[in-house]
Every structure is written in structure tokens, then in C-alpha cells.
């Protein structure tokens, strides 16, 4: 129950009435003391955080070349702020009090007629009890996972596949870590890139090269990259370390260039997983499908369904509620908390920074 819910009507008038004294009593003071503003009484101005965050942007080296600012307004309670990089314009967010900035902000709500692949619960209402009994069950089932290699949310689903596999081997038989994407021309693009060919495509590319001809290197490598940031693309989503994860994890390079290089092997499998997204609908980062299903982690009040959300034991928890009888690993109790969103040291990070079935789309 909420702070407010818990106060009767009078409290509630009176904390009204205080807040309105309070504001009346600032204005009076600006205008009896030559100018002094409700911005500077209670934090930095729109146009301050907006400078701020451009000059965070070009001191830290962000975006390769020079930011500007287009403009800045407010919006859903956070200061919208369109920056102007090369030839392309970004929306950014930053708190009002200047202290948090987003590089990028991500539409959790889907407009009408469309499906993101993870609110599909919310919109139809349905309980944990009607997600499980509608999934299709198989002798061996089968997760996709959907992400693309940049969206904090995707590499939360890459961290939480990982450490199950980590804990229990035999679920990467279960389990295709697969990207969202299009290849046109001979490109390859993704949702993050400006451009085609940009930095994420470049990733996901990478990674799926990788899992289809050294599989046993791919989650090796997927553990290492996930682990600190080091780059970030021109609307400043960061890039994990790629060239020290390679060599650390005896990636053979050669092998994997010639992959990337070569429509009939990278860019063919590459299209294999964009075509699947394709089929299923596919609209956000992560989406989880089992045994051809999309599948939903949150019921419609943001609920795990699978016992512990956002986590690798939730993925040993799918896995088990899609058999059609259960492998003897089900008994086992794999890691409850929730995984750390983006890039992290560790399993669980700081904060993940993530609540229900957050996740990356688009834009509309």
C-alpha cells in the first residue's frame, strides 16, 4: 500500500495546502528580491542539465566526434534533450536535478497493434497460473532468446542464460541466445546503429559467428564481454571489450573474421535469427520463446511467473515448466537474484537498474 493511500483526506488536504504555501511564499520571494527563479531555489535550470550532459558527452568521448545541442524540453518528468551527432539528432533524458542521464530512453508502454514481445501478459490481463497452463510442452524443450548486444536489458537476459549454463552445462542444449537485426546489400544493422555495419550490428554479428563455429568458446566469451564497457556507439550506448575478450578466451580470430566477412556464413546465419524474430513477432530486447512460443516472464501486475524474475534460475525454472517430464536438474536451485543490467563485474552488480519485463524496442 502506498504513502498516500495510507493517509485519510484531511492529511492529504493538509499537505496540499503546506506544499501550495510553500510555492506562493517562493514566488513572492523572487519578486521582491530582483529575479531570483524557482530553478535556481530548487536545482539547476532545463537548459543547464541539457549543456551538462552535451559537455558529459564530448569530455568523455561518447560519441567519436563532437556533440551538439539541438534543444531541450520537458517531458514524462525528466528533461528531454535532442543532441546532434555527425548528421543524426538523439533524444537523451537526464534527471531535473542533473545527476542521472540516459543516453537513450526506451518506450515500455507499445503503442496499439504492436507487440514488443514482452507486455503481452499486461495487455491481456493474464495470471502466472493461465502463462503456465497456455505453454507448449516438449520432450526437450527449447528457449530462444532474443536480444541485440548493447540493450542493457539483453545483456541481463545474456548474464542470467550464462550463469545457468554455468551452474548446469547440459541446459546449453536447451537454450539459442539469437539476435535482432536485418542484413540489406550486404549490411548488416540493428536496433541501437545509425548506420548500417554501426558497432552493435558489428557485435551481434560477432557473437553469432562465434556460437555457430566455436561453440565452445561462445559463452566464455559472452561472460567476458558482459563484464565492463569499453567504447560506446554515437548515441552512447556502450560497447563491451571485444578485442581482450577474444584473446582472453582463445577465440580463434582468424576464423571468426572470415565468418564475418563471408555472406554465406555470417551474414547467413545472421539471417537465419533475423527471420525467426520475423516469424514470431518479435518486437523487443529480450524476448523469450519456448518450443516456438513467445512467453511471457511477468504477469499483467508485473509478477515473475517463474518463481524469481530476471534471473538464471527462472531459466532453468522455464525450461523445467515446458518439459513434458521433468530432467533431474529441477531439483536444483540455481542463482534467485535478480541479474545486474548492462555491463557488470559481477552476477548482480551495484543495482540492476531493472524491474519487470524492461527491455529495449525500437523506435516508433
Keep these: 500500500m502506498s504513502f498516500i493511500k495510507k ?8 499537505v496540499v495546502a503546506v506544499l ?101 501478459a499486461a495487455a491481456t490481463g493474464q495470471t502466472a497460473e493461465e502463462i503456465l497452463a497456455a505453454m507448449k510442452k516438449a520432450d526437450k524443450p527449447v528457449i530462444e532468446a532474443f536480444v541485440v548486444s548493447s540493450c542493457p536489458y539483453g545483456l541481463q537476459m545474456q548474464r542470467m542464460i550464462a550463469d545457468a549454463v554455468k551452474n548446469i552445462p547440459s541446459l546449453a542444449s536447451n537454450i539459442t541466445i539469437k539476435y535482432i537485426g536485418s542484413v540489406s546489400n550486404g549490411q548488416i544493422t540493428s536496433m541501437h546503429d545509425a548506420a548500417a555495419n554501426g558497432g552493435e550490428a558489428q557485435e551481434n554479428l560477432r557473437q553469432i559467428c562465434i556460437r555457430e563455429e566455436q561453440p565452445a568458446k561462445f559463452y566464455n566469451y559472452l561472460s567476458c564481454y558482459m563484464k565492463k564497457a569499453s567504447g560506446a556507439l554515437p548515441n552512447g550506448m556502450p560497447l563491451g571489450d571485444s578485442k581482450g575478450c577474444l584473446a582472453s578466451t582463445g577465440v580463434d580470430t582468424s576464423s571468426l573474421s572470415l565468418c564475418m566477412s563471408s555472406p554465406s556464413r555470417g551474414l547467413a546465419y545472421a539471417q537465419k535469427d533475423f527471420d525467426a524474430a520475423t516469424k514470431y ?82 523506435a516508433q
Design 20 to 120: 501550495a504555501i510553500i510555492v506562493t511564499g517562493a514566488l513572492i520571494y523572487a519578486k521582491s528580491n530582483g529575479g531570483f527563479s524557482l530553478p535556481s531555489l530548487f536545482g539547476a535550470s532545463d537548459k543547464d542539465i541539457a549543456e551538462k550532459a552535451v559537455k558529459y558527452i564530448n569530455d568523455n568521448g561518447l560519441a567519436g566526434t563532437t556533440a551538439s545541442l539541438v534543444s531541450f524540453s520537458e517531458a514524462e518528468g525528466l528533461v528531454k534533450i535532442k543532441i546532434k551527432i555527425g548528421t543524426t539528432e538523439y533524444d537523451s533524458y537526464a534527471t531535473k536535478n542533473g545527476k542521472l542521464f540516459f543516453p537513450q530512453g526506451y518506450e515500455l508502454t507499445p503503442k496499439a497493434g504492436t507487440n514488443t514481445g514482452n507486455n503481452a
Design 281 to 362: 513477432g518479435v518486437g523487443g530486447s529480450p524476448t523469450v520463446v519456448v518450443n516456438g512460443a513467445t512467453v511471457e516472464e511477468f504477469t499483467a501486475d508485473n509478477q515473475p511467473v517463474f518463481g524469481s524474475g530476471r534471473s538464471s534460475d527462472e531459466i532453468k525454472e522455464i525450461i523445467c515448466a515446458a518439459s513434458n517430464t521433468k530432467p533431474s536438474f529441477c531439483s536444483q536451485k540455481l542463482n534467485t537474484a535478480q541479474a545486474a543490467t548492462s555491463f557488470s563485474a559481477t552476477y548482480e552488480g551495484v543495482s540492476t537498474g531493472a524491474t519487470g519485463a524492461a527491455g529495449c524496442a525500437p
Design 7 to 14: 493517509m485519510d483526506k484531511n492529511k492529504i488536504l493538509i
